[in-house]
C-alpha cells in the first residue's frame, strides 16, 4: 500500500503545469457532461488541447497528437449537436438507441480493437496492446455517442474506464489509476442523473 502511495505521489509532484490543466479541464468536462451542461463542451476543446501540448514537447507520442484533433473536432460538433440539432434547430434532447444498433457498435468496435491490438502487437513495443486498443476504439465511439446526447453513452464510459483502472495499475500508473476510479464514479452518476432527465420528459 505504501508503494502504492509513493508512486501516486510521486507523479503527482512530477506532474507539468500543463498537465496539471489538462488533467483538470478534462474533469470539468466530464463532470459538466454528467451534469448535462453544455459548456462541457468548452472544456472539451481545452483538455485535448492542452493534452496535445503535453504529448508533443513533453513525451513526443504524436500518433497520441493526431487523436486529440478528433477529441476537438467532437466538442465542436456536441456543442453545435446540443444546441442545434433538435425539431427546427431547437436544442436536442436525450435520446437513446435501440439493442440492435448497440449490438452493430459493439460488434465493429470489438472487431477494430483485435486489429489494432493486433497490429501494435506484432509491429510495434507497446505494451497492453489488445486492451489499450479496446479502450482506445471505444472511447472514440463514446465520445461521439455523448456528442450526440445518446443516455448509453455513460455505460460504455463505465465499461472503459473501468478498464482504464486496471490498465494503469497493472503498469504501475497508480495516479492514472486513481484519476480513472474519479471517471467511474462521474460515468456511473452521469448515467443516473441522465435517465432520470430522460424519463421526466419521456413519460
Not at 509491429?123 to 463514446?142: N, Q
Request: aromatic share 22%; hydrophobic share 50%.
Amino acid at each position: 500500500m505504501q508503494e502504492i502511495l509513493d508512486a501516486i505521489i510521486s507523479t503527482w509532484q512530477g506532474i507539468t503545469p500543463v498537465e496539471f490543466w489538462a488533467v483538470l479541464t478534462s474533469i470539468a468536462y466530464a463532470w459538466l457532461a454528467s451534469r448535462n451542461n453544455i459548456w462541457c463542451w468548452f472544456f472539451g476543446i481545452a483538455s485535448p488541447i492542452l493534452t496535445m501540448y503535453a504529448l508533443y514537447f513533453y513525451f513526443n507520442l504524436y500518433a497520441e497528437v493526431v487523436l486529440q484533433f478528433y477529441y476537438i473536432g467532437m466538442a465542436m460538433y456536441g456543442f453545435y449537436t446540443w444546441k442545434f440539432g433538435g425539431v427546427k434547430h431547437s436544442e436536442k434532447p436525450i435520446e437513446v438507441w435501440t439493442i440492435k444498433k448497440h449490438l452493430q457498435m459493439i460488434i465493429i468496435g470489438l472487431l477494430l480493437s483485435v486489429l489494432l491490438g493486433y497490429i501494435l502487437n506484432n509491429y510495434t513495443e507497446a505494451a497492453s496492446t489488445y486492451v489499450d486498443s479496446f479502450t482506445t476504439v471505444f472511447a472514440i465511439f463514446a465520445t461521439y455517442m455523448t456528442a450526440r446526447r445518446l443516455l448509453e453513452n455513460w455505460i460504455y464510459w463505465i465499461v472503459i474506464d473501468t478498464v482504464s483502472i486496471f490498465l494503469y495499475a497493472g503498469r504501475g500508473g497508480y495516479f492514472f489509476a486513481l484519476l480513472f476510479i474519479a471517471y467511474t464514479i462521474i460515468a456511473v452518476y452521469g448515467f443516473y442523473n441522465w435517465r432520470k432527465q430522460y424519463r421526466l420528459k419521456n413519460v
